[in-house]
Structure formats: structure tokens, C-alpha cells
């Protein structure tokens, strides 16, 4: 069964320092999606993908994130001068259409220190 | 506006019991999507089921079933016969509003369901 990939699976840095989260979507999928979820809480909206551009975010996206959609498969998130409360778990979601669900990875959690 | 409200934190339940977990939503667009996801401990997010508002037929998939409710925007979840692998974190999630083709799901706060042996 087809799924979404992310990787790492953990990633420690130091405050400051920059980070990608890679994701690969299912294959057919057009739609790209990054949530997060801080340990113990709801999760929350980042931003959606749709044909090399940005179609949606939260104010939770602020300057300080990137997305990119470097090749045909890959889909990455960047985290410029990361702070401790970027520390989370960064999901990638994709769909096929904006009316259908979105399947999600496994997740990466990313601990800020 | 979308909000999702799961008012039950925590629930624990004995093996073998049902139990309804409860979510009530919030948006005025008349043409939404509503979801169950579930979280193991293990983390990941594990889609259960999606609906549209326009399908107000209750569905069962084995042991879970789900109650769909505009009257009273409730879109809640039993599970029968409960087993220990049921325990998770169930969160219930919207989406509405589309435009320019985007999507952007609500999720709610989450329900912990603890099955005891």
C-alpha cells in the first residue's frame, strides 16, 4: 500500500541551527501538506502545496519556514535559526485532491536544544 | 471560523466495554468534510474515516462505528467491544471552506482512550 514517507524519524539540533524535514508523498498525489504537533497537543496546520506553490498557511508560518518541492518525488520543510519551541513532531500529509483525505507519515520528531 | 471540540480528555474503559467518543464541530460553510484519525503511542497518525456533510448516513466498519449529526454538528465514535489495542489518542478533524484548491484540516484536541486488560 502506497504510503508517505518522512525522514528523518528524529532529529536533534541546536538552537539556532537550520533543519529540512523531507518528505516523499504518495506517488499520484498532487496535494502537500506539513502539520505539527507539539508533545502532548492538538495537531496543528502548517501550510498546503499545490503545484509548486504555497495555497494555504497558518500564522504559524512565519518567515522563519520553507517549503520546497526540490524534484518529483521530494517535499522538504526548512526551519531557518530554529528556537526550543519548534520542538515538535512535523508531519507531511498528501492527497489527491483538495477533497479527499490526506494521508500522513510516520512523522519526524525534531528536539530543539 | 472552523473549530473542533472533543470535550473528553481522557477515557478509560474495561476490556471488552464500548465506548463513545464524543466531537462537536463548528463552521459556517455548507460543504465540509469531517475525519476520525487515530494515534497510537507509537505516533504515527492513522486515518479512520472521512465523510462529507452531505452524507448523514451512520457507517460501521467492524467494531467501530460513527454517528453523524448536523442537527446537532456532533460526529461521534463508538467502538465496541473494546480491546487493549484500541488504546490511543483519537482526534476528530474538519475541513471546509475550499478556494483556489487548497485544504487545511482542524483538528481537535484529542481524546486518550485507555483499554484496560
Known amino acids: 500500500e502506497p504510503e508517505v514517507t518522512q525522514t528523518p524519524s528524529h532529529q536533534v539540533t541546536q538552537m539556532g541551527q537550520e533543519v529540512i524535514l523531507r518528505c516523499v508523498p504518495i506517488?499520484?498525489?498532487?496535494?502537500f501538506y506539513w502539520y505539527r504537533q507539539i508533545l502532548g497537543q492538538k495537531v496543528e496546520f502548517l501550510v498546503s502545496?499545490?503545484?509548486?506553490?504555497?495555497?494555504?498557511k497558518s500564522e504559524i508560518f512565519d518567515d522563519q519556514f520553507s517549503v520546497e518541492r526540490p524534484d518529483g518525488s521530494n517535499f522538504t520543510l526548512k526551519i531557518r535559526s530554529t528556537k526550543l519551541e519548534d520542538s515538535a513532531m512535523y508531519f507531511c500529509?498528501?492527497?489527491?485532491?483538495?477533497?479527499?483525505?490526506?494521508?500522513f507519515g510516520q512523522g519526524t520528531r525534531l528536539t530543539v536544544v | 471560523a472552523q473549530k473542533v471540540t472533543q470535550a473528553q480528555t481522557e477515557i478509560s474503559v474495561v476490556e471488552k466495554e464500548d465506548v463513545t467518543l464524543d466531537c462537536v464541530y463548528e463552521?459556517?460553510?455548507?460543504?465540509?468534510?469531517l475525519f476520525w484519525y487515530k494515534q497510537p503511542p507509537s505516533g504515527e497518525l492513522v486515518f479512520l474515516i472521512r465523510?462529507?456533510?452531505?452524507?448523514?448516513q451512520n457507517e460501521i466498519s467492524g467494531r467501530y462505528s460513527w454517528n453523524f449529526q448536523k442537527s446537532t454538528s456532533s460526529f461521534n465514535f463508538t467502538i465496541t467491544a473494546s480491546q487493549v489495542v484500541d488504546s490511543a489518542v483519537y482526534f476528530c478533524?474538519?475541513?471546509?471552506?475550499?478556494?483556489?484548491?487548497?485544504?487545511?484540516?482542524?483538528f481537535g484536541t484529542g481524546t486518550k482512550l485507555q483499554v484496560i486488560p
Open positions: 500529509a498528501s492527497s489527491v485532491s483538495i477533497n479527499t483525505e490526506a494521508f
Open positions: 506517488s499520484n498525489h498532487l496535494y
Open positions: 502545496f499545490y503545484n509548486n506553490e504555497i495555497s494555504e
Open positions: 463552521t459556517r460553510d455548507t460543504t465540509y468534510y
Open positions: 465523510r462529507n456533510s452531505f452524507d448523514e
Open positions: 478533524a474538519l475541513s471546509a471552506g475550499y478556494s483556489g484548491g487548497y485544504q487545511k484540516v482542524t
